[in-house]
């Protein structure tokens, strides 16, 4: 399996980003897909997830800002991010969980099978 994310790179604030995430090797519309992120000096946290029927799940702080979508003929996931803050500055990477797994919350990054490598996003003011 592997995991591809783009789109990251540098922006101001208040301005948009979208990631995506590319998976190859699975069969993707059975999993769930998860994003993350980690700034420098703290620990990974969760930020967005979409379940292979599409329901979405998002960090209570961003919610509002940020949405989660995917397209299954393409196997990839997006992650659209508006009003950027200076605080949303990390490295994101996305990760997929199989559906099978069951009864965990969807933030919590041990229950993923498998991690992109990330790509960082960085907001200045």
């Known amino acids: 399996v592997q995991l591809q994310a783009s789109g990251g790179g540098s922006v101001q604030a208040g301005g948009s980003l979208r990631l995506s995430c590319v998976a190859a090797g699975l069969t993707f519309s059975r999993y769930h897909i998860g994003w993350f992120r980690q700034a420098p000096g703290k620990e990974r946290e969760f930020v967005a997830a979409?379940?292979?029927?599409?329901?979405?799940h998002f960090a209570d702080s961003l919610k509002g800002r940020f949405t989660i979508s995917r397209d299954n003929d393409k196997n990839t996931v997006y992650l659209q991010m508006n009003s950027l803050k200076l605080e949303d500055t990390a490295v994101y990477y996305c990760a997929v969980r199989n559906s099978l797994r069951v009864g965990y919350s969807f933030s919590v990054a041990h229950t993923y099978d498998y991690w992109g490598q990330g790509t960082l996003v960085t907001v200045s003011s």
């Open positions: 979409i379940r292979g029927g599409g329901r979405t």
